[in-house]
Structures are given as structure tokens and as C-alpha cells.
């Protein structure tokens, strides 16, 4: 099976030091694969791109699917996009609107189930909105809340339970405890961040395998 895994900057795992959840995946499965002797082909991408929005997973998806398709082989899709569509820049140049998310939503399944049933969505994290709004580090006025978070949120989860599909409430779990002690940089995931999102996705995978 081969596994691919679209995401922004968190899929990619910037500021962990083992390279992020997918890549966290990725080590999983291939040490599976070595335990049970190699006895099936298994792969994982990690297909994250910072600052990545819906639409531009859109853009890229096909050519980045075709170019790793291996004949009789089956495929899962996970998508974690929606945190840059949130962003908004002084609380008035909007990136996207949850309207518009819904419709990319359906449009991206439509893309996946052309080659596998499989597929899966990790839903969006909270952020520290002390350091993101607006992005401290940033002069273009960048902001995430979470009031946009969870609005993008309940509208992906809303389309998956209409499209039959698995979804992972990693907000949730980060909202269950104080989730600012597991972020780098108020949005991105630190070491402990990373693995609590690796913690429920690989339950899925396992699954899959």
C-alpha cells in the first residue's frame, strides 16, 4: 500500500526535531515492514508544503499522486489542510471562507476517491492566539484565531460525515490539556505536539496495514 499524506507546513513537520507526525508515520510503517520480514510493499509521502491552502493540495495533487503510482498497488489518502485558509491578514484581507473550504473539500475527495476509498482527514489544531494575532514574527499582518479555526473546523467535519469519512479530532485531544505547552510557535507543533498527533493518526494506519 502507499500511503500519501497532503498537508501544509504542520504535515511537514517544521520545529520537530524527528521531522514531524507523517514523518513519524513514515517511520512506523517502515519498521513495520522490517519486522514482518518485508513480506508486502509498503510506502508513506509526506507531501506537506509550507503555507499550502486547500487549493494549492488542489493544484498539485495529481501531478504529485501520478508521479509515485506503482502498478496493482493500492493507495490511502490523508488530507490535514485548512489552517492557512483560516488566515486572515488585519482582520480584513480574508484568505478563504468556509464556504469556499467546503466546496475545495469536495472537490479534493472527489480527486482521492478517483483512485482509492481510503481516505482520511486530520482536522485543525488550536492556536496561541497571544503569538498569532497577529504572527509575531511576521510584518505582512498574518493572523490565525480560533474562532476562524473552529468554524473551517466544523465545516470539514461536516462534509466528512456526508461523505461517509474518517476524521481525526486532533483538536480535541490538544484542547483536553493545556495544548500552548505543545506548540514551537503558538501555531506549528513542538517535539510533544507532534506526537500526539502521530499517537491518533497511527492508530488509523495500523488499520490500513
Known amino acids: ?14 520545529w520537530d526535531s524527528k521531522g514531524g507526525w507523517a ?17 508486502n510493499y509498503h510506502e508513506v ?3 506537506g508544503v509550507d503555507g499550502n491552502t486547500t487549493k494549492q493540495i488542489i493544484d498539485r495533487f495529481e501531478s504529485e499522486t501520478k508521479a509515485r503510482l506503482w502498478p496493482d498497488e493500492e493507495y490511502a489518502f490523508i488530507f490535514a489542510t485548512g ?23 469536495n472537490q479534493l475527495i472527489g480527486l482521492a476517491r478517483m483512485y482509492s476509498s481510503k481516505v482520511m482527514f486530520v482536522d485543525m489544531l488550536p492556536v496561541d492566539e497571544n503569538l498569532t494575532n497577529p504572527i509575531k514574527s511576521s510584518s505582512s499582518g ?10 473551517f473546523n466544523e465545516v470539514l467535519h461536516e462534509v466528512c460525515d456526508n461523505q461517509s469519512l474518517t476524521y481525526i479530532k486532533v483538536s480535541e485531544k490538544y484542547l483536553e490539556q493545556d495544548y500552548k505547552t505543545l506548540l514551537a510557535d503558538g501555531i506549528h507543533p513542538n517535539d510533544q505536539g507532534h506526537e500526539v498527533i502521530f499517537d491518533l493518526v497511527v492508530e488509523y494506519i495500523r488499520g490500513l496495514l
Open 83 to 105: 489552517t492557512n485558509d483560516t488566515l486572515h491578514r488585519n482582520n480584513q484581507e480574508f484568505e478563504s471562507t468556509p464556504e469556499r473550504y467546503k466546496s475545495e473539500l
Open 45 to 47: 509521502y509526506n507531501l
Open 1 to 14: 500500500m502507499i500511503i500519501f499524506i497532503f498537508g501544509d507546513s504542520i504535515t511537514e513537520g517544521l
Open 23 to 39: 514523518d513519524r508515520i513514515k517511520a512506523f510503517v517502515q519498521s513495520e515492514e522490517v519486522k514482518s520480514g518485508i513480506k
Open 142 to 151: 498574518k493572523c490565525y484565531t480560533n474562532e476562524r479555526i473552529r468554524s
